[in-house]
Structures are given as C-alpha cells and as structure tokens.
C-alpha cells in the first residue's frame, strides 16, 4: 500500500487528494498545505490528516511518495527535496516558467536518479489514449498532419495572467505536449503567430489570446495547433490525426447525449463541458492511478521531466517565432543535450 | 453518517457495494451473502465486514439500512424483515415475478409503514433524467408520442430465461417504468406482440426474443417500446419523446468520441458500451446516492413499491395482450386499488 | 423519344413535367388541365404544349405515355382511358380512396394487360434505395424489426382532411408501402391505436392526427410505424431496420450541413427541410425518370397496382383496428385473391 | 433569353453545358472545341449546335455570353477576344498560371470595362452560402480564425502535375478565395510550410503534397488552412469558423444518410462523395445560375478577376514562404496596386 501526501490543497491538489482517496492500491495519508482552513476542511472530508508545511510533509518517513500540486514557483524547490528524500513525485506541470532554471533543475533531478512523473494529464484522456492506441495499432498508416484545437471557454483574469507565463507555457503548453505525443517524432520547426482579439489590453502585459502554430518534423510531418481564450459557447477540445491510410477525430463532450428539436432551434445539443476540471476529471483520476500503479508494479513513468522540458521549450520557441515573424529551427539537441533521462 | 449493509455479493450487490464504499454520507459497515468466497473476497477489497446471513445483517444494530442485492425470489422475504425491524431498504427490481404475491407483500409493507425504494436505476441515468427535466420543464409542450428503444447485445442463456419470467418481467421491465416515468400519465391501454426471431427454441419455455408494444393513457399519449434479446452491434438504449412543442433525443454511449474514417470505413465510431453494467453504471452510483441523501435528509424516495407494482402489473398485461391478440384495458384502479402509498 | 404527356399542373403534376423536360430519354410534349391559367403558364416555362382536356391528351396519336397526377377522384377514369389506348401510365397515389372500386378498377386494368407504374415516389429516395440495397446485399442478415418515423410539420387545411380519406389512406399509405418494401414479405397481422391530440376537432371528420401502428409478417418480423400530423420542428422521415447481423438507420436532410455553436445553442444544424417536396424532389426525379427508362427497355415497373391495393388495404385494415381495439387479421388472400398482377 | 456559347467540351465544361440546357433564363446555344469528337456528342446529347472553333463562337452575332472551360494556357487569350467583342465571359479559375501575365490581362481588360466573372464555384455551395450568410447576419460576431481542411482522395497523374503549377496555385487557390471570402478582410501575411510524405519524387518537379498556411489579417484575424493530395478516406471538405459569439462548422457530403451498425463497424457512415465534380456539382449549377441571372437582372459579379488575382497572388506568396521558411508580407496595395475594379 503505497502512503502518499497531497502537497497544496487548492482545486488541482482537490482532485489528486479524492484520486488518492478513492484508488485501493494506496493510501491517502496527509494533504499539506500552510492555507490551515484549506487543508483542514479537505483532510476533515476525505478522512486523512493534515498537514502545514511542504517539507516537512516530504520528510515523513511514513510517506513513500508525494504529489506536487502547489504553487508553479515551488515546484522545483518541493521536486528537488523529494529526490533528495528519495521520494517518487508525481508534480503538476510545468516545472518552472524559468526555461533555464527548468534546465537546471532536470539536470539535478537527472543526476541523482530522482523518479519524477509530470503530470501531462491530458495524455491519459479517454479520448487522446483511444487515438494514440489506433495509431499505435496502426489503424491509419503514418501520420500526415494533426490537427490540435484548443479553446477556452473564457479569458482568465488579468491578475492570473500577468503570473502564468503567457498564453504559450499557459494554455499551449499542453497542445504542445500532445502534439509530441502524438506526432511521435520530435518536431524541428516551429512557426507561430498571435493576435489579440479578445482583448486589446494583454498588450500591456506583453500576451496574446489567439494564437496559431505550425509544427513540422524532420521527416516532414506537420501539426497545426489553434488556440482561443475565449469560445463562448465553450471548452473546445478537439483532436485531429490524418494519416496515409486514414483519418482520426475526436469530439466534444457534453454532460448528456440529449438532442433537442424545437421550432427553432433543431437538433441543439446540450453545453460543452465548461471547462478542464469537468472535461478532464477521468484523465486526472487516470493520471493518478497509472503514478500508483507504476510505483507498484515499478515500471518508468509514461511523462516525465523530459516531456516537461520539451513542451517548455516549444512554447520558448513559439514566442520567438512571434516576434521575429518567421519559423524558429528547433535543435534537437536542444535543451536536451544536456542530459538524457 | 448512515451506516449500510449490502445483501448480495453478485454483480449488482458489488456495484451497491463500491457506491456505498465511495458515498462520503455513509459508511459501508457489512457485506452480507451465504457465498462465503464471494463476500470474503468483497469485503476485503472494500475495507468491510463479512456476513453469511442475511437476516442477522438486517437485525445489527450497528446497521441503519439495508440495500437487497440478492436473488429475486428472497426479495419480498428480506423487505418484510427489514421493514419489521424498521429498517429502510433499497430493493433490487422486480419485487418478485409472482403479481399476487407482489401486492400482498406491498400491502403488508405499506401497513407497516415501511421505507423502501425500488431500484429502477435508469431513472438515474444522465441521459433519462436530461430528458425528464427537460419535459418538466416544458421545454417541448404536451407530450404525444414516447419511443423507447431497448435491445440487449445477446441472448442470456436458456437457464437464466427459464426462471427470468419472460421477456416482459425480466427485460421489458426497464422500459415500462420508462414509459410511466416519462409519459407522466398511467397507461390505460397496452397491445404487445411478440416473436421468435432469434430463437425459436423459446416456444418451449413459453418465451420470446422480440417483442412492440403500444401503451396509450386516458388523453391518448402514445408510448412504443421495441426490444429484442440480440442487437450483435452492442446494447442499444435509445429514448425519443415527441411533443407539441419539440423533440427529445438520446443517444447511445461509447467508450470515447473516437471516429475513424478509412479506405472501407468511413466515420465508425467505437463499439457501443456492451451492457448494462458498463452503460448505467453511472445511473447506480446515483440511484445509491440518492436513496443516502433521501434517508439524510428525511425526503420521500422518488422510486417505491407502487412503481414496481405498475411496471409489473403492465408485464402482466402484455402476456396477456400476446395471448389474446388484441389490445388490453388497464384498470386505473387496477392492482393500486388495493393500497395507496 | 418517349413522347410524355402530364395529365394535372397542380404541385404534383408540376414536379413532373419538370422531370420530364430535365430527362433526356423522352420529350415532354403537353400539359393538360382545365385549369387554363394553370396550364399555360406552366407549358410556357417548359416550352410545350398546353391542353385542356385530359381524355384528348391521351388520345393523341403523337403521345407514348401518360402521367396522371390529378385529383384522386379521375385516377380510375383515366387510368382506364389510358389502358384502353394502350399508353403506360404513371398514376400518383392512392388508386382511390374507395378499397372496393380500386380492386374493380384494378381488375379491369389487369385484363386488359394494362401498363401501370403507383408512384410511391419514396421507394426512390436516394435514403430508402440505399437503405433497400443493404437489405438485399445482405449487409444485417434476417430483419426483425422496422420502424418508420414519419412525421409531417403541421396539420393541413380542415378543407383537405375532410376528403383526404383520413389519416391512414392519406399520410400511412405512405409508410405501409415502405413497410412492405422493406420487410421483403407481406403482413398478416396489424394493429393501430390513434389519438387527437393536435386537434380535438378532427372527431367530427372520424379522423386522428396521432397513431402508431404495428404490423407482423407469417415468420413474425415487425414493423412499428409512428405518425403525427404536426411536429413543429419541420419533416421527420426516418427509417430504421434492424436485422440479424446489424442495424441500418437513415436520419433527417436539411438544406446545407452546417452546425452552430453560441453561447445559448450548441451546435444546433438548420431546420429540417420542411415538408415533401423539398424533402422528395430527387425521388419524384428518380422515380418518372426510371418509368421512362423502363418503357424504353422494356422492363416491368418496379411498383405497381397491386402496390396500390395492398397499401389501401393496410389503411382499410387500421381503421377497423382502431375502431375495434383488437389486432385484425390480414387475409393474405386479402384483395390479392381476386388478381394476380 | 440570353444566347450561350460553351468554350471546351471536357468535364467541367460538360458540366457548364448542362447547367446551361437546365437553366430556363438562356438558352444553350453552341458548344465549341476543336476536339470534334468531344463536341459532337455532348452537343448531339443536349440537343445545341457543336463548333470547333472558339474565336468563331465568340465572333458569332447570335451569342450573347461565353463560358471558358478550355485549357489554362488559353484563359487569357480567349477572354481578351471576348472582351473586345463584347461579350459577358465566364471564365474557369485561374486566370493564368503565369502571376504577370494575369496582371497585364487584368489590366487590359479592366480598360476595356470587360465583364468577366470569374469561377470560383465553390462560394456557391450550399454550406458556403450558409456559412458566409450566418457570418453577415452577424450570428457568430467578429471572426478570430476560420479553419479550412481541404484535402483530395487521391494524386493526380504525375503529368497533370508538371503543368498544374503546383500546389498552391492548383488545389490551394480554391481554399485561398475562400479564405479572403470568408474572413471579410484581406490577407497581410501569409506563412507555408510543404512536405511530401505522399511522395517523393514529387521533388522532382519542385511540388509538394502536405501543406499547412496561416494567414493573418491586418486586424489580427487569422486563418489556416490544411491540405493533402491523398485523404484514402475521400475527398476532405471541411470549414469551420471561429468568431467572438460562437463557432460554425460545415461537414463532409454522403451519397445518403444511411448509417450501419454491426458487429464490426458501428455507425459507419457511406464514404464522403468522392472528388469535385459530384462533391460540388450543386455549387456549379448555382454558379452558372448566378452568371446568368447578374447577366439578366444587369448586377455586378459577384466573383471577378480581382479575386482571381487575389488568390493567385497568395499562392506566389505561399511559395515564397515555403522557399524562405519566413512569413512573407503581403502588400495590400500588391499586386492590386496597378488597377481598380
């Protein structure tokens, strides 16, 4: 039975803390947070203690792993003791909106044999797996173009924003990740460009709220991201594979399957899923119980920093091809070459 | 916190189990079936205590309420125990194949005052209750036409039909309580035909495959049910209700929103969910939850022995419309002249 | 050339004058109606001749063939006339409204070896055809059961309905001829419950606007029809056959494929195309076009008279099984004993 | 009744002359190709004159409009003639694969006040017409991205290609215009990137099979634009445009709506019509029916030969940035700078 603590207890930590709750191969010990009423309220109704400090949580000898789910700003510090602890983390991406810094942190983690998963979860959707396995069956033959659209259902507040890193290491940074994934090949290039067409104001923060990529791989396979801030009628997450002996979609989800015809509206289905907590609450429960089972079973983490760095790097890249106008060569020795994982 | 005891350690006891495991208003304090290996297995799984009789679980103390998941034929025994010893109970469909039996054992429940909701679980499925929201909130006017769509994957096997009690109490079942649900007006009327298409060796335990059947109530509301015991495309559940304002659609589900589109396949889309374990498993977790919340908050069940009592009467009915080949007058005052609830 | 006159220049009557000046493989010679205005005015449009009397259009020696599409009432009079001529006919639905004098009429026609193509236009439906072609290829194996949704938008004129035969002969006729068409085996049994529920007011005509209808072949394959005259969302024509190995289903057409998604309708499509003839002018089409295309290669009419008969005599059968509440037994013998065709 | 010509007797020109023998405003008067064979059969078919001589059809006082349909290389030529005569010309796209020569062309026949609609059929499809009217009737706001998929079943023969001029100017020119259709707002940027993961030896001929373009608008909308010379699945046609009210989404065409489900494919769909001439056939007719009725009613076109340019100008600018691997700049005042139309 593997005992873990839940570090933070805001909406993500939430949601690893009922995972953990409701998994029968571990056990939910403790949720640490300094926000007292937050932890206490969460330990109180899932039945687990609570905790105040980070790391102090980590020292702990009864908790064998840990799940980072704080702050972005101490992902790498709470990372780092972990390792030391000779802790498995399961930490919330990204690793820092420092892509140096990020560099850094993966060469030590790297250096001391630290066992980190990062939380892409999104890669353990329903969906994104059903595609990723006929692909992997090869059901449609090599991949031609993907086609990745990502909108949100509405602008996040400005305090938010001006901390998150802007829209490329915020929002597409999970497209960015699924194009890896599935693409299958290391992209070399990349070309992006942004508008603000929501709101003329990101200006002074130096963000965008469209925005369009072009990826491509060395051996010519392009992906094409489109990303939105706001989509009034919704959270759009669609997926797209075209290959050379097929095509793949992924569609929409809804809270039912209830169509409605009236005199005016025919056929109207009922609202997207608003937003990621409701779309991707199977991913996030996935997530989590694939962490357990691989520390069970001791098997490598399907994400891991590697992933966190490369996602990282092309949203770098994204915003360099924004503001030079052309596409940006990626070096796939890139950030990588310093390490291998 | 309401403490619980699972009677039954079969398929559906299990899911009553893992609902009460999960249900943070109650506790899941026994699991109770004579089958040793299957409860001791359970109860371990699910952190509970084991028991191998059903009425000592009725009669602990330590219990406040009791979910019977066991065969039919024990089910109006365990009821009228439970209710002597007041406890409040959420009892497996149907209340027994017998109809006499049935209504005396109502009778005797309802004059001891007992608590009991009858698990017709599909009303608590996202799908019915989108579209019985969405006609009680009179989004398509007056209601006339009803059409319900219910084709299991397969055929069970010959020694489950010998004592399932037909096609119409063993499957139809679902889909009168549907029929009542959503027309909002008892059926005065029933015509049923039915066949052998499947197989004919049925004739020889006075049973049948694939079956129509026409309700209509006093204002003329029409309701069509069509099953049949073999759809090889998977377990097709399909509601579709007219009315003067609009119509009311639901689909099936499948395991994602995969659609692929090939050479010799265009758009197919993932199997159907194959049966009812996989299709409604959400509409038990909310069926349980809903009979804690009631018992919680002091409401009344949405679902009783009355709604069991009609769905079988209509059973009744509909043998006897194939029988005598013409169309059924249904008392109003029927088998519920003899009881109110 | 088949030189083609078109008896009527109604709406019907229309729509095929127009088939025959688009097809190449006949040359549309006269209209004729005592309907002057209505005659010349359609004549000029498509560059042909206009007359005024319809038994001097079949008489003329420089006419091959003839298209009735006049009043119900002259069916059986011009049918006669034509066949006395020995001109092919393509007669509208229903032969009369009267079962008795169809079956004289039709006798009649058969001894003198008359040539007549019913137009059940939809068996031409691109939908139906193709639904038809993977019964017959064998696509879902044995069927089971068929249900037609059929639907119209809002009621017609009181006018209309009093002398339209009522809801069976006039709208299920329709839906009959499909139900033998693709059962692939004549109904033994039926039976048909019917409401008001758009208009009280039809008692005083003996006509409904709601029913549904079940009918039962010797080797015990259904087939459930449900019809109302009024669904406020526009024309609901849909088809679904299930069958051993499948399911076939053909859904609604609307006038262009697109969905919208605002804030309040997500993903709502266009309005149904709103009534027959936008919904079946490719099946008019296709079905003038393949009598032409049967008297130019010598081939028998894929639908014929005794189409007719049995169609009206589904309507005659429905009517007594309303009015008696039992299934009523269809005589296979039925009208049929008194001709073969 | 205004007198047409047909200029060429191949497939598109087949089509333009059909649309004339339908079209009940002109009559179809000659169809011209020096490929006599050709001619005299399609024109024996529709029942018109043959000539095989385009400058004698375009001399001849009896024609009033001509449509092109001939070769690329003749386009110019014929048009000028044309223009001098004064005669109305409908002219298949593109006006010349040489961009130049299209400018002095342009210009010439600008100073001449010639009346040229330029075909760009596919603005006349249904779910274009739908799409573009919803978006004028201001249903979905202010566009942000309009997203085009447009991808062929299969790759022409390696002769076409060589004299096609290339991707862009081949199939993208299509998706070009509907882009500057669609987004309301001219194109300042474009950016490409091409591979050929079809095939390779398309290197050969400097040509390319998979291509994904972003456009950018001078307000920040954005458009991209995905294509393939090989969808196994069919031919991919597909727009979707996102706006600040909502999203619209137009589908794939099917030879009907039948949908079957088995034991294998469930809801399988029957493939996508298969390539242009059936896809858009509709959108053709309405095309040469605009033609006539501007030429009727003394409207301007609603396509000339500034679009022509327009789109032709982005594919010399695609190819630009593939070659550059930069965003390419598009003067506004480009190519347009030398007239006004």
């Given at each position: 039975?593997?005992?873990?603590?839940?570090?933070?207890?805001?909406?993500?930590?939430?949601?690893?803390?009922?995972?953990?709750?409701?998994?029968?191969?571990?056990?939910?010990?403790?949720i640490?947070?300094?926000?007292?009423?937050?932890v206490?309220?969460l330990a109180t109704?899932?039945?687990c203690?609570a905790?105040?400090?980070?790391?102090?949580?980590?020292?702990?000898?009864?908790?064998?792993?840990?799940?980072?789910?704080?702050?972005?700003?101490?992902?790498?510090?709470?990372?780092?003791?972990?390792?030391?602890?000779?802790?498995?983390?399961?930490?919330?991406?990204?690793?820092?909106?420092?892509?140096?810094?990020?560099?850094?942190?993966?060469?030590?983690?790297?250096?001391?044999?630290?066992?980190?998963?990062?939380?892409?979860?999104?890669?353990?959707?329903?969906?994104?797996?059903?595609?990723?396995?006929?692909?992997?069956?090869?059901?449609?033959?090599?991949?031609?173009?993907?086609?990745?659209?990502?909108?949100?259902?509405?602008?996040?507040?400005?305090?938010?924003?001006?901390?998150?890193?802007?829209?490329?290491?915020?929002?597409?940074?999970?497209?960015?990740?699924?194009?890896?994934?599935?693409?299958?090949?290391?992209?070399?290039?990349?070309?992006?460009?942004?508008?603000?067409?929501?709101?003329?104001?990101?200006?002074?923060?130096?963000?965008?709220?469209?925005?369009?990529?072009?990826?491509?791989?060395?051996?010519?396979?392009?992906?094409?991201?489109?990303?939105?801030?706001?989509?009034?009628?919704?959270?759009?997450?669609?997926?797209?594979?075209?290959?050379?002996?097929?095509?793949?979609?992924?569609?929409?989800?809804?809270?039912?399957?209830?169509?409605?015809?009236?005199?005016?509206?025919?056929?109207?289905?009922?609202?997207?899923?608003?937003?990621?907590?409701?779309?991707?609450?199977?991913?996030?429960?996935?997530?989590?119980?694939?962490?357990?089972?691989?520390?069970?079973?001791?098997?490598?983490?399907?994400?891991?920093?590697?992933?966190?760095?490369?996602?990282?790097?092309?949203?770098?890249?994204?915003?360099?091809?924004?503001?030079?106008?052309?596409?940006?060569?990626?070096?796939?020795?890139?950030?990588?070459?310093?390490?291998?994982?």
């Amino acid at each position: 039975m593997v005992k873990v603590a839940i570090l933070g207890a805001g909406r993500i930590a939430q949601i690893h803390a009922k995972s953990a709750f409701l998994n029968t191969q571990c056990e939910l010990k403790l949720i640490a947070d300094p926000w007292k009423e937050g932890v206490d309220k969460l330990a109180t109704e899932l039945n687990c203690e609570a905790g105040y400090d980070y790391y102090e949580a980590i020292n702990r000898d009864d908790i064998d792993a840990v799940v980072i789910a704080t702050a972005t700003d101490l992902h790498i510090d709470l990372m780092l003791h972990a390792v030391k602890c000779k802790k498995p983390v399961l930490c919330e991406k990204p690793i820092d909106l420092d892509f140096a810094r990020s560099i850094s942190a993966v060469q030590e983690i790297q250096s001391r044999h630290g066992q980190v998963m990062l939380a892409f979860n999104r890669r353990f959707d329903e969906d994104t797996m059903a595609i990723k396995n006929a692909i992997l069956n090869n059901e449609i033959g090599e991949i031609r173009q993907v086609i990745i659209t990502s909108r949100d259902p509405g602008m996040p507040a400005v305090e938010y924003m001006k901390s998150s890193g802007g829209i490329f290491k915020d929002m597409t940074i999970h497209d960015f990740d699924a194009a890896r994934h599935l693409l299958g090949e290391e992209p070399v290039e990349i070309f992006a460009t942004a508008s603000r067409l929501v709101d003329e104001k990101l200006a002074t923060i130096n963000d965008y709220d469209t925005c369009s990529i072009t990826l491509k791989t060395k051996s010519g396979k392009q992906c094409i991201i489109n990303n939105c801030r706001e989509a009034v009628y919704g959270y759009d997450q669609r997926i797209e594979v075209l290959g050379s002996q097929g095509l793949l979609k992924t569609q929409n989800h809804r809270p039912s399957t209830l169509k409605k015809y009236t005199r005016d509206t025919t056929a109207s289905q009922q609202p997207l899923l608003n937003f990621f907590l409701e779309r991707y609450i199977g991913s996030y429960r996935t997530e989590f119980n694939v962490f357990v089972s691989c520390l069970v079973e001791k098997q490598a983490f399907p994400t891991n920093l590697f992933d966190g760095l490369q996602a990282l790097y092309l949203a770098v890249c994204a915003m360099e091809s924004v503001e030079s106008n052309k596409a940006i060569r990626i070096n796939p020795e890139g950030p990588s070459k310093y390490f291998t994982l």
